[in-house]
């Protein structure tokens, strides 16, 4: 049987639509499998980073999706009596040259994912239709789809990518195990849908370090809010989502009567990560790949980074025509790069969690002591960041971090390079004419004087890090930054596979 389709994808989340885009954008035929006819109508995610952003960007979604989003003003620790223990800011800028945080409707942008993915030439949607099983040979995989009327159907791809959320039919087809990373607590979860400006609401994310019940407030676009609240051992979750016992929950800040509750439900928070991203032909992203608890925000981030990175990747391997064992290097790099990635994120959230969930009165009127006492700014107590990528094939020497995004030309950096390697050099002699003619490389040499914004921007670059050369990848993160760009000839050349070609 030969392969239909370059990838099939199956789920249709925030992480399996942007995948299915971003592929599809760089002209793979995608296969997408997705059991619900609509995208779930209830919000979970709420805040997207300006990494989540700068994906919209390249979409071509951040115009339409940006002006529905409300600024995240920073992130509140605030103690049982409501003094702020630390913050962690978010109306800064961003490398990214974008806001460094939003709250959005998560419903709004599932739809706008799901409508743009399915919109692309060279999609096949298989939506709704649920995937039963699958096998995998050397050559591809074998889905079987069950359809609505229950009649069953085979397709063939050459490979399986399982973005099908936190019980993942395609992580567990594929024998992948998750490792906890030992967090493990009942939220109850409360929308509601505000009639006007409630002015005593946090305008902020604050969470309530209180011992008594740790609990979360969160505005979110078009006069939405919600409230997170921690279950202790006693709760039962069945009573915790009854209509007189969200009232009660939430008496101290509203009268539930003054408001809608659109939904009231409980999740376990989890720290989980997959041990292996990839089996053979098939892999995993998303929530399918790792879960952690919402604190900071980041679950589906992080499942967009995956999307991000594994897009570029896949890409050249469906266009350099790859067999498996030329790929493997290629798609190892996946979860060398993005497991430690997440990992760290994961256990940054769980040691915040420490700090917001602790029930025992002492510990937290010690803790609350002792950030008060605090000389450092409210920044600067527990810091945040994303980290950086670690050392691999793709990531060399001055390699890791995220590139940054001027405006060029009244838009983005991102929008001229495109899916290309951007290569900056300080001399024309720094680059081998062989760096010249590929096709996914855009050469700016900063010759003295040039007057162009993005020679201008690249001179700088080069300047602050003390280099002669930058090779920057199609997901904007660095691969080298140093004096001769040849050291990482082999690692690029990893993409173009084994003939070179990138059809
Ligand atoms: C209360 C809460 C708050 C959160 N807040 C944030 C936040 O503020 N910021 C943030 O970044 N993240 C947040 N998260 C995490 C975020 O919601 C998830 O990480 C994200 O939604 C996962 O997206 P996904 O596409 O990986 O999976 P999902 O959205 O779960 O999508 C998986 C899809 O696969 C489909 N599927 C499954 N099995 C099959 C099958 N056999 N056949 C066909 N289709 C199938 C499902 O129908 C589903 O549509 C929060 C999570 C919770 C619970």
Redesign the pocket.
């Known amino acids: 049987m030969t392969s239909v389709h370059d990838v099939a994808v ?7 639509a942007t995948l299915t885009a971003l592929l599809a954008q760089r002209g793979v035929r995608v296969l997408v ?4 006819a609509d995208v ?1 109508a209830l919000p ?5 980073d300006h990494m989540g952003l700068r994906t919209l960007q390249e979409l071509g979604l951040l115009d339409e999706l940006l002006p529905g989003m409300i600024p995240n003003p920073g992130l509140e620790f605030r103690s049982a009596d409501g003094e702020t223990l630390m913050r962690i800011p978010g109306d800064q800028g961003s490398v990214s040259g974008l806001p460094a945080s939003m709250y959005f409707h998560q419903p709004t942008l599932d739809g706008t994912l799901r409508r743009h993915a399915l919109s692309l030439p060279g999609v096949t949607a298989r939506v709704p239709a ?2 039963e099983s699958f096998g995998q040979d050397q050559d591809g995989v074998t889905l079987r789809l069950r359809h609505p009327d229950g009649t069953e159907t085979r397709e063939r791809a050459s490979w399986l990518i399982g ?4 019980w993942s ?1 395609v992580r567990e087809g594929a024998g992948l195990t998750l490792e906890d990373l030992g967090f493990d607590e009942r939220w109850l ?1 409360v929308d509601l849908q505000l009639p006007r400006p409630m002015p005593h609401l946090p305008t902020q994310a604050v969470h309530m370090c209180d011992p008594r019940r740790p609990h979360t407030a969160i505005p979110m676009p078009d006069l939405r809010y919600r409230f ?1 609240l921690q279950l202790n051992e006693e709760d039962d979750p069945a009573e915790a989502v009854r209509p007189e016992r969200v009232a009660e929950l939430l008496s101290g800040w509203l009268d539930v009567d003054d408001v809608e509750v659109v939904r009231a439900a409980t ?1 376990v928070f989890h720290g989980l990560v997959a041990r292996r991203w990839r089996a053979g032909r098939v892999l995993i992203a ?3 790949a790792h879960q952690m608890p ?1 604190f900071l ?5 992080s ?1 967009m980074r995956d999307a991000v990175n594994l897009a570029w990747k896949l890409a050249r391997v469906v266009r350099a025509r790859m067999d498996l064992a030329e790929a493997e290097p290629v798609l190892d790099t996946y979860e060398s790069e993005r497991k430690p990635h997440v990992r760290a994120i994961t256990e940054a959230v769980i040691a915040f969690g420490g700090v917001i969930c602790s029930r025992d009165p002492e510990y937290a009127a010690e803790r609350d002591r002792r950030l008060l006492a605090d000389p450092r700014p409210l920044e600067k107590r527990i810091p945040f960041s994303l980290p950086r990528l670690q050392p691999g094939p793709l990531v060399a020497e001055g390699g890791g971090r995220l590139f940054g995004q001027p405006p060029v030309r009244g838009r983005g950096l991102d929008d001229t390079v495109g899916d290309r390697f951007l290569l900056i050099a300080r001399d024309r002699r720094d680059v081998d004419p062989w760096w010249c003619v590929q096709d996914d490389v855009l050469t700016v040499v900063t010759e003295p004087g040039a007057g162009d914004e993005l020679r201008r921007f690249a001179a700088r670059t080069l300047e602050s890090r003390g280099v002669r050369v930058v090779l920057v990848r199609p997901d904007r993160y660095v691969l080298y930054a140093g004096d001769d760009v040849d050291h990482v000839r082999e690692a690029y050349s990893l993409l173009r596979g084994r003939e070179g070609v990138l059809s």
């Open positions: 199956v789920g249709l989340g925030p992480v399996g499998v997705e059991q619900s779930f979970r995610a709420a805040h997207i649920t995937l973005a099908d959320g936190s039919p979860v997170e999740y998303g929530d399918a919402p925000g980041q679950g589906m981030c499942g």
